[in-house]
């Protein structure tokens, strides 16, 4: 069975020949036509290919992408360019249904890729950061902002869903044995972290820093002595 793009390669070089032979300007100038179409078909129909290869690469991550039919208009094409040389018609109308069809299959896996990976960074227990030491935060934040950053990704390829796992493997291996602050120790050490005076902090403040082991890591010093 001929492949979409066997065909157009096929239809092309009929074009070619009917242009190089026409009995008529006319002949030549729809030889010419059809031609142009099907070039313009043949490269959307590789990009629509590269976008379903990313389709099954996200079903294989569990995300579920709904493309619709995806050989609108090639199925009557083929009919066409198996007679010999398409009709400017018939090519126009391919080309106008792959358009359509890649468009929508696009739309589809954006939509569905931010979907997931929203999901995913929303998931990740983001207040254990403030208990890591300075270097591995610091690792983890970067991360992060990275996995935002391909969440919100308008052309998803195999690197951009190659990178975003890297990144979330390595985000939940840093976090996986660090133990849930609470959400008193949580408030404390984002404070801390982002700068405070002592007077902001109170005794129960201090308390739960000494109670979890976190005093001996925070340094208080006048701030008028160098």
Do not use: Y
């Not at 490269?43 to 389709?55: I, K, N, P, R």
């Not at 198996?82 to 359509?100: C, F």
């Not at 700068?195 to 129960?204: A, K, P």
């Amino acid at each position: 069975m001929s492949t979409p793009a066997s065909i157009f390669d096929r239809a092309q070089l009929l074009c070619a020949e009917a242009r190089r032979l026409g009995d008529s300007e006319i002949d030549r100038e729809n030889a010419a036509r059809v031609e142009n179409e099907i070039t313009n078909a043949h490269t959307l129909l590789d990009g629509l290919e590269e976008l379903l290869q990313v389709v099954e690469l996200l079903r294989e991550q569990g995300i579920d992408v709904d493309t619709g039919p995806v050989d609108t208009g090639l199925d009557r094409f083929a009919r066409h360019a198996g007679n010999g040389v398409p009709s400017p018609k018939a090519a126009t109308a391919a080309r106008k249904a792959l358009e359509e069809v890649k468009a929508r299959v696009s739309e589809r896996v954006i939509a569905a890729w931010f979907e997931w990976a929203n999901g995913v960074v929303s998931a990740i227990p983001t207040d254990r950061v403030f208990l890591l030491d300075q270097a591995r935060a610091k690792q983890v934040q970067a991360d992060l902002t990275q996995l935002r950053a391909l969440r919100g990704q308008k052309a998803i390829d195999p690197d951009v869903i190659a990178r975003f796992d890297t990144l979330r493997n390595r985000v939940a291996r840093a976090l996986e044995n660090v133990e849930d602050p609470g959400p008193h120790l949580r408030t404390v050490l984002q404070e801390v972290q982002h700068g405070t005076t002592l007077d902001q902090l109170s005794d129960d403040d201090i308390a739960v820093l000494r109670q979890r082991g976190w005093a001996k890591h925070i340094i208080v010093k006048r701030e008028d002595f160098d």
